[in-house]
Structure formats: structure tokens, C-alpha cells
């Protein structure tokens, strides 16, 4: 399993040709207390850069950006009754939607975790 | 000035302070072009006498409801609002005081906003309300978009017995959206043509009860067919009193109501400022989607209960252009009048309210219709009806006024070039017998 | 112990004592109220469904005309006698900060003194109780106000029209760009649907935007605080529908280069709205109307001192230029040949081509009584004076300021002063630290992280109707708690407020959990400890 991130703060999960999306630590961190996670619906085709989810904290709402081309085959309901989930453990129970890849070549211009821990220093 | 403390003294040395000559430094990045030269052309500054007295004679060229015989209605009611309510209303603290960002120091607008919105869903029949909107028009008009977003369906059906105006604000703010609203004939007094039109892309469909003629609808049957089909069902209102005896439409099957409360603690202001009443069932998809404020409960530091505003992602001042809503302010020193006459009313007093206002209908509906030629038309009503004349029923009003009868509201002003014979007349409990004995004698005279 | 917050479930006329914490009250008294700060629960903790503070007549119980719509259940609404009701509600009122009270230093809302001269014109009579549908004939004074007011606002921005429908100041914002939207699209200009907004604009903004159709551009600031103007040139385009610029802006800055951005804006063939928010500031002494606007809305509730009455009402009366003005909303008043007044309701009567219809009825007469009459008791002189006031008051705050606070512009403001938190820097203090701490010092908070283009921003307005004793004393306030920031006193601000009827509260468990209405409990058995 390939792990990568990206500029905005996603974390892509690649296994197979699934992949699991969600925001990282540092960015739910920088958010605050999450409060509410709207998500897409299942089927719903994504390209590289579309807004796919919305994060809100109480004084704010950041969009979350798709890192790869794909389809939508699951979603975290959890989240809706559990949204500090995001701030608990964004990297695992955390997870907001996984993926079918249309390309996974895609994930190579993504950064690596060593990088992004540059990135975000 | 009597409201502003300043001396030249104190000027002057404020400006010393900053640093200046002259307020003139102040404005320096005003453009030559736009700066000018003396005053603009207005009357200068007056003293409270003058004021007062040049508007009181503008007020004295109106003629008040409490002068006359009064029986309009049409969306706006006259009723007795205790002395209580407008002396609350003038405390500073809660006349002066902003909207509750800062919730440690708003608990009293907070926790009145909660009793109000609990009050409007009791009311409605439903399970939860905003902090009140504008008024009932755009309350309507939100709840035709929201319904919209809920269903990600741009087709709405509104039933042409809706208040014009109330059609014609949901037609504007839908206008350069992906909504079409199509409004059926008014006319009927059955909701057949709204039935007809809804299918699986129809979002929504807004029926009024009473409408606008006064007439009652049972809304169960078009919300269970509007529900087999997906859309949701938006009631609206123009008389909260009418709740008080009619049946809530949360209970009929609606999903989102919205009214006018104006004639809970509000007067009858020329039309403004009102207070939009916005309530809608607990179902998932709408309480992110509800436009306007909302006061949740919460606890503080100490564990202690608590208001504050809240989901206010949904709100323009964080959603930006993603807002369910433009909106900004809710109906505030209206929200508070509401809720303290409804506390003062309480169920008891709000029931028996609402059967006077009806008996006085009633009542009315016997002497007007013993008129030879006219007629009520209505099969139903709760303090409003409507009743078809022999003659115009605009020249008819005009004629009333000349003889000092404010007899209703001639349906043709709502409906240009329709209905023309139609006269829209409502009752209320400041109705006395005498009233009524005066208007119907009247009304006898200018047919 | 263990703090059971889930507890008793409180009942209608209950007559258990009820934990002081779960009903609002303080822990540290029997009664949960403490001096003259009185705990107070909800209504329908204290009321009862037969209770009532209203006499009415008995019905008669007459046949009724309901076609068979009687509602059946209870609605389950409380009552109150009349002391009661007083007592419940003068009890929340003294937990409300409010201008009678001290300053109010938000930025952008105006908060200036609210005349009680206003109050009672807007209570005649012959203005509180006329219904919007009376003949023309029995309300040619109501009619003749909106006229008189109409006056004023368009004398004062020099604008040929102004439209008094809209009900608040974004349903204004909305006005005037439905406005655009109409001439735009009656010129065969479909294609324009780019609409420029500054960065640092009110969020109202960019919502009106797209409610009309539009999409939004955002221009950034430039470091002076102020459009960019490379930026704005850039984005200039056959595509561009308008701006939407609010003037002095929400940093508190004239924009210098406003008539260089209408006259841009009209070339590349779109059109200048502008915010009205800050009237304030230049009232009397600038015209809106000469720095080339097509479309404004004026803030009733700020500028011309209507009540903020917890939230609102408000009124947005919308100035529009000769472009626009045929397009504006029904209704509208018109004298007629007569010396009389009438009014234009219909869209097929109106000379023009208006948009449609805002909102029910006429505006927000309630606020048109009370604006008049601050206007006329200021006149041109006095209302000249005002905006100089409001001027010199905010530069007074933020000359004796800066030593101790970061200004986040350089050079003077208009009406508000703009801070940001690089004085808070390494202090652990935040600029929300550092309101709560002005709470409880007896002061409502500032903006606070508004405009979004400075970090940590407060932005402070203090209007005309301070005095020069009042602003020295919240300077020395201010002053003090920014040192005592700086000197590593950081537990005063971050247990703040210790003194306000609350502490500071959980508005995440608000949002996650919402709790939007008080709800029966369905048996009275009491909860287990």
C-alpha cells in the first residue's frame, strides 16, 4: 500500500486499484474542531483537482480537492454522526471517501510522506 | 448637535493627537472632483420640536386602523398587541444590543431566540425553526430555493391562490437560477392544477392555507402524492393566529413552513418591518440546507447552560459565494416582540384568540352576506373571506373610505385586470359588533 | 463529583429545584442567581400551558366554518401572567451588552446612539397602525414619507432613483445587482457573468453575486490595503459584468483610485456597485453618485442609526444611476399631477422595466419613520459633522494605539481602524484571547478576523457618538491589556470572560450535536443519577 499526499493537505491510500482519500493531521489540526464533513455521493465521477467534500469547523468551511481521476465507490458515513473523527485519527478512522483510479500514473506527481512533511514544516 | 458630544475643543485636540491641521488631512484620498464645496442641498439640523412636529402632521394625513371601521387583511392583520410587548421591546438591552456574535455577553437575545424558534416549531407543527427571516415572502421564497438544493430538482409548483406578492419574491430570487416556478390559476378553490403538474422533477410544491381568499386546505392528500413522487411540500401562511385553531401543517404532511408572524407582536407598520416565520421537519438533507440563523444550546467552561449561534457554515459570512442564503440579519426587535406576546398568550390564550377571531368572521360573513347581492364566496375560512359583489369592488373600497369604512381589499389590486367584483375582507378581535353593523350598512349604501 | 450535565430532565411547572448549572444559573448560590445577575430558565420550564397573560372575552362557541381543518392535538405552547413575563424577560435583557450600555467598537456596523425621538415617530399612529393595502386616499402621509425619504437618500449620494423595498442591507446588495443583471441581460449582453470582488469584501457579497446568477473574481488587495490595481486591470475582460466594491473599504481605507476603477469598469462595459456599509464615513461631505456608482445600498440600521435590535430589522434602500434605474423593483411611490402620491406596484404599470418584486408590501416603513427622523433633526450641516466625527474618532484610537497595537496599514483611516495580531506575536495570546479579556473589562469585542486579508484582524469603528472621555478611556483599556499581553500575563486572557453571565462556550458541541429547540421530555420520571 502507497500512501502520498498532496499540496493542499489530501492523503491518497492506494491498494489495488482502490484508493482511500482523506485530509491529514496537520490539516485537521489547522482547522480546528471539526463539526461537519459533507461528502459525495457514492458513483459520482471525480477528475484530479475537482471539490469533492467540504470540511467544516465552526468558523469555517475548506474544501477538500479529488488527488487522482476516479469514481467514487464508498463514502465514510461515520462521519456524519462523528465528525471529530477527522480530528481523532484523520489518517485512519478519519477517511472520507474511497476511490476506483482511472490513472494510477497520477500518483506519481504526488509527494511522498518525506516531502510532505517538508512541505508542511 | 444633541447626538454628538464633541466640542470644537475636543477636536482640536484629538486632532493634535493624531497628528493633523484640520479634518480635511482626514480626507485626503477623496478625488478633487468628488470633494464638496459647502453643504449638500437639504434643510439643516433641527431641533426634536421641529422634527416632531413636521411628521406628526405626515402621520395626520393618514388614516390609522384604530380611526375606522377596519377590515383589511391580505396578508397583514390588525390585532391587540398587550402593553407589554412594546415596553420589553424598548429595554435598551434589548433595543440597542447587535447581533449575538459574542454569545457571553448576548444570552438574553440567545436564549429568546431559542424559546421563538421552539414556539414558531410548535406552532408549525414542526420539529425545528430558524432564528425568523425577513418576512413571510422571502421566507417563501428560501424555502422554494432550499427545497431545491434538497431535492437537486429546479422545478417548483406554486398554487396561484399564494399571495401575489409572495409569488412574485420567489420569482425573483429565482429568477437568474436554474428554478422555474410555474404558478397554477387562482381561482379554484381545489388543489387539482397543483396535483396535476407534480412528477419526479418537481421539487416542490407551495400551497397556502388559509390563501388568499381565505379559503382552508387539507393538505394531506397533495403531500402524499408529492412525496411518492420525491418533492417536498412547502406551506405557507399569512395569519400565524390562524394556527391557533387550524389544523398545524406539520401535521398535514408539510415538510418546510413558512408564514408571516406579523400578527404576533408586531403592528401593522405600513408593511414593514415584519418577521418571516421559517420552520421545516428534522430530516437529514434540510438543516444544513435552512437558510438564516440559529440559536443552539450548548454548555460553557463551567458546565453551565448556554446560546449561541451556530451551523453557521451555512451562512454567507463564512460560506461566501457557497451560502444557502444571502441573508444576514434576521427580523431581531420583531423576533422579540413575537415571542413575548406568544409567551403572554400561551396555548390558552392563543386558542381562545384565534376562536374570536374566527367567530368575529363569522359573524361578519352573516351580515355582509344578508346584503342583497352580495356573496361569500368562501365554503371555508378562519378570520378572512372573500365575497363577490354586484359592483367593482375597487371603486366600492374608495367609496367605503370616503364614508370612513376601511372595508378590505379589493382582490383586483393583487390580481390586475382579474377578479374584478371580488373584495377580500377580514375580522379580527378588535372587531365590534358596531364595527360590523357600520360596515355592513355601509357596503349596503355604496352598492 | 461528577458534573451530570445530562441530569434532571426539567418540566412545565415543575417543582423540583432544578440544578442551577443545567437551567443558566451559577453553581456558587442556593438559587442560582447571584446580586442583581438573575438566573433565568426557559419559558417552558416556568410556564404551563393554562397559564396566560392576556384577558380575552369567552367565545360563544358558534358553529364553525373550518371545512373540517380544526387543528386536533395540543400545540403545547407555554404561558406567562404579565409579571412573569416582564420578570423573565427584563432578567435576559440584563445579560445583554447593548450601546446604552458602553461601546460598541464593531467595525462596519455603525454602531451609533439610537435616538428615542425615532422610537416614538415610528409609534404615531398615523404611521404604526396603517396597513400597506389601505386606499391610496387614506395613507397619502405614509406615501409622501417614502417620498421625502426617497429625497434625502438620492440628494445625498446624488442618484437619480433609489428603490426603498429591500428589507436589509444584503437584500439591498441583491437589489442593485439583480439591477445589473437586468440592464445587462436587456442589452443583449448575456455573456457577461464575471463579477469582480475584492478579497477583502463582506461575505454577503460574493452570495448576492451568484444568487443573481453570477460568478465571482476576487481582486486582492495591494499592501497599502487597497484594490490592487495591476491585479484589477488584469482581470478586466468582455466577459466582466461589474464590481462590487465597498468604499471606504473593510480595511477602513478610502479607495484613492475609485474613479479610475468606474471609469475602467464602464469601458470595459459593466458596472459599479457599490457597499453602502460604510456610509458613515463620508455622509455629507462625499457623494457616491460623483465617484461614478451605478448601484448602492444604504445600511438604514448603521448610517442612519435604526435600532440593531439583537439582529435586526434592518432596511437596505438601493441608490441607482440613470443606467439602472429603469430597472428598478415594484413597488415605488410617484407623485402624481395632483400634489398626491401613488404608488407603483404592478410590473406591467411601471414606466420601466423593473426586475420584479423584492418582498411583500412596501419596505421596511418602521425604519423609512426612523431614518427621516434622524435625518432631518442632523440636516446636511449636522449629518457633514457626523461623518467628520466618525472620522476623527477612529483616527484618535488608532494615532494613541499604534505604539502599543499594529496598525495593519500605514498612513490615516476613514471611520474604522484596522489592527492585526502581529503585536500578540509569541505571546500565546490570540486577537480572540484578547476580546474575551475585553469582556471583562466591560467591553463588547471589536471585529474580530474580519477582513479576511490581515491576519488575526480587529477592526474597531467607533462612531461619532463617542466622546472624547469614552475613547480615552477605552484607549487606556486597550492599551493596558495589549502590555499586559506582552508581558506573559496570559492566564487573564485565556480564562476570559470571568465576569460576563457566561463563560466562554462550546460552539463545537453547538454544531455537533445541534440542539435547536427546547423539546418535552416524554415522561416526567426523572433520569437516574
Known amino acids: 500500500m502507497t500512501t502520498r499526499y498532496t499540496e493542499d493537505h489530501e492523503w491518497i491510500t492506494v491498494d489495488g486499484d482502490i484508493a482511500t482519500v482523506g485530509i491529514t493531521a496537520y490539516a485537521a489540526g489547522q482547522l480546528g474542531d471539526v463539526v461537519f464533513v459533507e461528502l459525495p455521493e457514492v458513483g459520482k465521477s471525480l477528475s484530479k483537482g475537482d471539490e469533492f467534500a467540504v470540511v467544516e469547523s465552526v468558523k469555517a468551511a475548506s474544501e477538500v480537492y479529488a488527488p487522482v481521476d476516479g469514481e467514487i465507490t464508498a463514502i465514510n458515513d461515520a462521519l456524519e454522526g462523528e465528525p471529530a473523527k477527522v480530528n481523532e485519527d484523520a489518517t485512519g478512522e478519519g477517511w472520507f471517501v474511497k476511490i476506483k483510479l482511472a490513472d494510477a500514473s497520477q500518483l506519481d506527481g504526488l509527494m511522498d510522506e518525506a516531502a510532505y512533511t517538508a512541505h508542511t514544516a | ?447 | 463529583m461528577g458534573m451530570n450535565t445530562q441530569g434532571r430532565p426539567t418540566r412545565m411547572a415543575g417543582n423540583i429545584a432544578p440544578d442551577n448549572l443545567a437551567t443558566g444559573g451559577y453553581a456558587d448560590t442556593i438559587s442560582g442567581s447571584r446580586g442583581l445577575d438573575q438566573a433565568e430558565a426557559l419559558i417552558f420550564e416556568r410556564g404551563a400551558m393554562d397559564r396566560c397573560g392576556v384577558d380575552l372575552p369567552e367565545p360563544k362557541g358558534l358553529k364553525t366554518r373550518l371545512g373540517g381543518q380544526e387543528r386536533k392535538g395540543e400545540i403545547g405552547l407555554p404561558g406567562l401572567a404579565e409579571p412573569e413575563t416582564m420578570r423573565h424577560y427584563v432578567r435576559l435583557s440584563r445579560k445583554n451588552y447593548a450601546i446604552d450600555l458602553g461601546l460598541y467598537p464593531l467595525g462596519s456596523c455603525t454602531m451609533k446612539h439610537n435616538p428615542r425621538l425615532n422610537e416614538k415617530v415610528a409609534r404615531m399612529p398615523g404611521f404604526a397602525d396603517v396597513h400597506p393595502l389601505q386606499p391610496a386616499s387614506t395613507v397619502q402621509g405614509a406615501y409622501q414619507l417614502m417620498g421625502e425619504l426617497s429625497h434625502w437618500l438620492m440628494t445625498l449620494t446624488n442618484m437619480p432613483a433609489v428603490a426603498l423595498s429591500p428589507k436589509a442591507g444584503a437584500h439591498g446588495e441583491f437589489c442593485g445587482m439583480m439591477a445589473i443583471r437586468a440592464r445587462l441581460d436587456a442589452d443583449g449582453e448575456s455573456n457577461r457573468r464575471r463579477v469582480l470582488v475584492p478579497e477583502s469584501a463582506h461575505g454577503t457579497n460574493p452570495a448576492t453575486a451568484v444568487q443573481c446568477g453570477f460568478t465571482v473574481d476576487e481582486i486582492p488587495a495591494d499592501k497599502t490595503g487597497r484594490v490592487d490595481m495591476e491585479a484589477f486591470k488584469a482581470k478586466l475582460g468582455d466577459d466582466v459584468a461589474g464590481i462590487m466594491l465597498t468604499n471606504p473599504n473593510t480595511c477602513g481605507l478610502f479607495e484613492r483610485d475609485i474613479r479610475e476603477i468606474a471609469d475602467l469598469i464602464h469601458e470595459a462595459g459593466g458596472y459599479f456597485y457599490c457597499d453602502g456599509a460604510n456610509f458613515n464615513a463620508i455622509v455629507g461631505r462625499v457623494r457616491p453618485g460623483d465617484l461614478g456608482v451605478d448601484a448602492m445600498h444604504i445600511n438604514l440600521h448603521k448610517t442612519f442609526s435604526t435600532p440593531h435590535g439583537g439582529g435586526g430589522p434592518g432596511s437596505g434602500p438601493t441608490v441607482l444611476s440613470e443606467a439602472l434605474a429603469p430597472y428598478a423593483p415594484v413597488p415605488y411611490v410617484v407623485e402624481n399631477s395632483k400634489g398626491g402620491w401613488e404608488l407603483v406596484e404592478h410590473m406591467d404599470h411601471a414606466e420601466g422595466d423593473p426586475f420584479g418584486r423584492m418582498a411583500a408590501f412596501h419596505g421596511q416603513m418602521g425604519m423609512f419613520t426612523r431614518a427621516l427622523t434622524y435625518m432631518m433633526s442632523h440636516g446636511s450641516d449636522g449629518l457633514k459633522q457626523v461623518a467628520e466625527d466618525a472620522v476623527l474618532n477612529a483616527n484618535y484610537i488608532q494615532a494613541r494605539l499604534s505604539h502599543v497595537m499594529t496598525a495593519a496599514f500605514e498612513g490615516t483611516c476613514m471611520h474604522e481602524a484596522l489592527f492585526d495580531d502581529r503585536f500578540l506575536k509569541d505571546t500565546g495570546v490570540t486577537t480572540l484571547d484578547f476580546a474575551k479579556a475585553m469582556i471583562d473589562e466591560g467591553y463588547h469585542p471589536m471585529t474580530m478576523y474580519f477582513p479576511l486579508v490581515v491576519h488575526g484582524a480587529m477592526l474597531i469603528e467607533p462612531t461619532e457618538t463617542e466622546s472624547m472621555s469614552g475613547l480615552d478611556r477605552f484607549i487606556d483599556v486597550l492599551e493596558a491589556l495589549a502590555t499586559a499581553a506582552k508581558e506573559g500575563d496570559t492566564d487573564r486572557f485565556l480564562a476570559a470572560p470571568v465576569h460576563a453571565p457566561t463563560k466562554r462556550l462550546d460552539e463545537t458541541r453547538a454544531a455537533r450535536q445541534p440542539v435547536l429547540r427546547w423539546t418535552a421530555p416524554t415522561d416526567t420520571v426523572e433520569a437516574a443519577e
Open chain 2, 1 to 447: 448637535m444633541r447626538y454628538l458630544p464633541h466640542t470644537d475643543t475636543d477636536r482640536k485636540a484629538m486632532l493634535d493627537a493624531i497628528g493633523v491641521a484640520s479634518i480635511d488631512d482626514l480626507f485626503t484620498d477623496v478625488p478633487e472632483a468628488a470633494r464638496l464645496d459647502g453643504l449638500i442641498d437639504l434643510p439643516t439640523k433641527q431641533g426634536e420640536l421641529q422634527v416632531e412636529r413636521a411628521l406628526s402632521a405626515m402621520a395626520s394625513r393618514n388614516i390609522a386602523a384604530s380611526q375606522a371601521p377596519f377590515f383589511v387583511g391580505a396578508g397583514a392583520y390588525k390585532h391587540h398587541i398587550p402593553s407589554t410587548v412594546d415596553h420589553l421591546i424598548q429595554r435598551s438591552e434589548f433595543l440597542t444590543a447587535y447581533t449575538p456574535y459574542q454569545p457571553e455577553i448576548s444570552q438574553g437575545t440567545l436564549q429568546t431566540l431559542f424559546e421563538f424558534q421552539t414556539q414558531v416549531a410548535l406552532l408549525t407543527g414542526m420539529d425545528v425553526a430558524n432564528a425568523s427571516m425577513y418576512d413571510g415572502s422571502t421566507a417563501c421564497a428560501e424555502a422554494v430555493m432550499m427545497a431545491a438544493r434538497v431535492t437537486r430538482r429546479n422545478k417548483a409548483v406554486m398554487a396561484g391562490s399564494v399571495h401575489p406578492h409572495y409569488v412574485e419574491a420567489s420569482q425573483t430570487l429565482a429568477k437568474y437560477s436554474d428554478v422555474s416556478i410555474s404558478v397554477t390559476d387562482a381561482a379554484p378553490a381545489d388543489l387539482d392544477a397543483v396535483i396535476a403538474e407534480i412528477d419526479d422533477t418537481t421539487a416542490c410544491v407551495v400551497i397556502q392555507t388559509p390563501d388568499i381568499f381565505g379559503r382552508l386546505h387539507d393538505l394531506r392528500e397533495v403531500s402524499r402524492i408529492a412525496h411518492e413522487k420525491g418533492a417536498l411540500v412547502i406551506a405557507v401562511f399569512t395569519e400565524a393566529v390562524s394556527l391557533g385553531l387550524v389544523e398545524a401543517p406539520g401535521n398535514m404532511g408539510a415538510d418546510i413552513a413558512v408564514g408571516e408572524g406579523q400578527s404576533i407582536g408586531v403592528g401593522l407598520n405600513f408593511g414593514g418591518p415584519y418577521v418571516g416565520l421559517f420552520a421545516c421537519k428534522n430530516d437529514r438533507r434540510f438543516i444544513r440546507q435552512m437558510p438564516g440563523r440559529l440559536a443552539g444550546e450548548t454548555i460553557d467552561a463551567d458546565g453551565r447552560r448556554g446560546y449561541v449561534l451556530t451551523l453557521s457554515t451555512r451562512e454567507q459570512h463564512i460560506r461566501r459565494d457557497k451560502a444557502t442564503s444571502n441573508i444576514c440579519t434576521n427580523a431581531g426587535l420583531c423576533s422579540l416582540a413575537w415571542t413575548i406576546h406568544m409567551t403572554l398568550l400561551g396555548e390558552k390564550g392563543l386558542t381562545t384568540l384565534a376562536r374570536l377571531n374566527h367567530e368575529t368572521a363569522c359573524e361578519l360573513a352573516d351580515a355582509l352576506g344578508s346584503i342583497p347581492g352580495v356573496e361569500v364566496v368562501n365554503d371555508s375560512f378562519f378570520n378572512e373571506f372573500t365575497l363577490l359583489l354586484p359592483k367593482n369592488a375597487d371603486q366600492v373600497v374608495n367609496e367605503l373610505a370616503h364614508v370612513g369604512v376601511l372595508g378590505g381589499v379589493p382582490a383586483s389590486r393583487l390580481y390586475p385586470g382579474r377578479f374584478e367584483n371580488y373584495l377580500i375582507v377580514a375580522a379580527t378581535e378588535t372587531n365590534t359588533p358596531e364595527d360590523i353593523a357600520v360596515f355592513a350598512k355601509a357596503l349596503a349604501g355604496v352598492l
